[in-house]
């Protein structure tokens, strides 16, 4: 069974002040591992895929990296707008041609102006 | 693109009654498209996988006489609630599954309130 596990649960930072979020999983065999940013009262926004060790994504302050057990997500100079519940997700080979996604328990950031 | 929708984003309903939920796929063909169910604080919960002409494939402890789950085409899908209670009160959200990508694309949620 593919298992998902993502800390902290809460992070509070200051504007300006880098830091990382986890995701560590457990897969038979990774299809894809995915970031998505959800605000509250709205559904997920994909952020990115990551698909082997060593790969890495960016889009604007925010960087992706993947290795075979854990991922993290990079937040460089956060501003408050990054506030919101980070999701990390993955797609084994046990999902078959259905291609369900198993989710981690989110984390938690706010940014403090 | 990638857009997906969802209608009503918020429903009160009595206790007893159905309700029914649209997902759809904007500007993509959805073959597979997904519903999870979200209780506050908490993440994301399958609740069945929906195939376009075929009967949906639900998550182990949900009801499918209670959460019916039509996926009459390409770009659209249906969740109804039958006889609801207050505690199927919660948050779904529908995604879709372009087919030619391993990403899903998730609509906006709707909030159910069951008095």
């Known amino acids: 069974e593919d298992q998902v596990t993502q800390s902290p649960e809460a992070l509070r930072l200051q504007e300006g002040e880098s830091s990382s979020l986890n995701c560590s999983y457990t897969?038979?065999?990774?299809?894809?591992l995915f970031w998505y940013r959800q605000d509250p009262g709205k559904g997920p926004e994909f952020l990115f895929t990551?698909?082997?060790a060593g790969e890495e994504k960016e889009k604007e302050r925010l960087k992706a990296t993947l290795t075979k057990k854990e991922s993290f997500l990079h937040i460089t100079a956060p501003k408050p707008e990054d506030s919101a519940t980070y999701l990390c997700a993955v797609q084994g080979i046990s999902s078959g041609s259905a291609r369900q996604l198993t989710f981690g328990s989110g984390t938690q950031l706010t940014v403090l102006p | 693109g990638a857009v997906v929708s969802q209608h009503p984003s918020r429903v009160i309903c009595k206790s007893g009654t159905s309700v029914k939920i649209e997902c759809r796929s904007l500007d993509f063909q959805a073959t597979t498209m997904f519903w999870y169910r979200q209780f506050p604080k908490q993440s994301l919960m399958l609740m069945a996988t929906s195939n376009e002409g075929s009967k949906a494939t639900y998550e182990q402890g949900v009801e499918k006489d209670k959460f019916l789950i039509n996926h009459a085409s390409l770009t659209l899908s249906t969740l109804t609630v039958t006889s609801a209670h207050p505690e199927d009160s919660s948050f779904y959200i529908c995604s879709a599954h372009p087919g030619t990508y391993n990403e899903q694309f998730f609509g906006p949620g709707t909030r159910l309130t069951v008095l």
């Open positions: 897969v038979s065999g990774l299809r894809g």
């Open positions: 990551l698909y082997s």
